[in-house]
């Protein structure tokens, strides 16, 4: 093979699908990385296991605001141990690395998950035009043909002296790549852009905001507002639920609120209130 044409090799492969370009690493350090802000490092890898194991084993050598991002995930990780695999370049999947320190106490790290969902949603809101839904405790819904789908999710990981908080989104797959019937994209979903760049950047601008009002208010979800916009943006509240617990557990009622310390509460049959911090929840139907 002469040079030439293994420049136009390397080339074809890096855009293997035109409507599956890269993400701009250097685009995008330009306009995320900027003096004061809370991202101080952005890396992209073309592959990895996964960017939540690969940040968590770095965290205590790097400052607060370190993002991965990667093209594909091998090892994709959701809660539960669950898998989460989808072909190159057709989503978002990044880490980042928050240390609230002595500014939130340890108590209240709980809501980092659900301050990612409402910043996930915020951003997709504001770049997409796609409205998207909350399912306690981290997924990310969509509607595609009148129908409820799992397009994304999170999984947050306390690391040292922090909590590294991976996300997850499906952003181009089709319906013949989903890995599962009940799973969406944003592409289905009809969302009116689908440009990973744009979208990656109003997520963490989104997330930033969020994150930074939350400190600021020492972590209180009331007076920061998450909790009362996490609620508002909720499918899983007023929802006929089951809740599958550790210990083998199951609790079926009416998610009716989350409290204070993030945990669904649940009113059973019996007109009995439980409030779930840990578990598994399905959607049954909806109460009326």
């Avoid at 390397?10 to 035109?18: D, E, P, Q, V």
């Avoid at 073309?46 to 093209?71: C, M």
Wanted: some cysteine; proline content about 5%.
């Amino acid at each position: 093979m002469t040079p030439s044409d293994a420049s136009a090799g390397a080339s074809a492969g890096r855009w293997s699908s035109l409507d599956r370009p890269p993400l701009n690493a250097a685009g995008l350090q330009r306009a995320l990385v900027v003096e004061g802000g809370l991202w101080t490092s952005l890396e992209v890898v073309p592959a990895t296991g996964s960017t939540n194991s690969d940040l968590a084993a770095r965290a205590a050598t790097l400052p607060e605001g370190a993002v991965l991002v990667a093209e594909e995930q091998t090892a994709g990780r959701g809660r539960l141990d669950r898998s989460w695999v989808a072909p190159p370049r057709s989503g978002l999947f990044f880490s980042v690395l928050l240390k609230p320190g002595d500014a939130v106490p340890q108590e209240r790290w709980g809501w980092l998950t659900l301050l990612a969902g409402v910043a996930t949603a915020t951003g997709l809101s504001r770049a997409a035009g796609v409205d998207t839904a909350l399912k306690w405790p981290n997924d990310l819904l969509v509607t595609v043909d009148g129908d409820e789908r799992k397009a994304g999710g999170i999984l947050a990981e306390r690391v040292a002296e922090g909590v590294v908080l991976g996300i997850g989104l499906n952003v181009t797959l089709t319906e013949d790549e989903l890995p599962v019937p009940a799973a969406g994209s944003l592409a289905l979903a009809k969302a009116s852009v689908t440009d990973r760049d744009p979208l990656l950047r109003a997520v963490l601008r989104s997330l930033e905001e969020w994150y930074g009002n939350w400190r600021a208010a020492g972590g209180d979800p009331a007076a920061s507002g998450l909790q009362e916009t996490y609620a508002a943006g909720c499918a899983t509240l007023g929802r006929h639920v089951r809740a599958e617990l550790p210990g083998g557990r199951t609790l079926t009622g009416t998610a009716e609120a989350v409290d204070a310390d993030g945990r669904l509460v649940i009113r059973t049959a019996e007109d009995r209130h439980e409030a779930v911090g840990a578990g598994d929840v399905i959607h049954l139907r909806s109460v009326h």
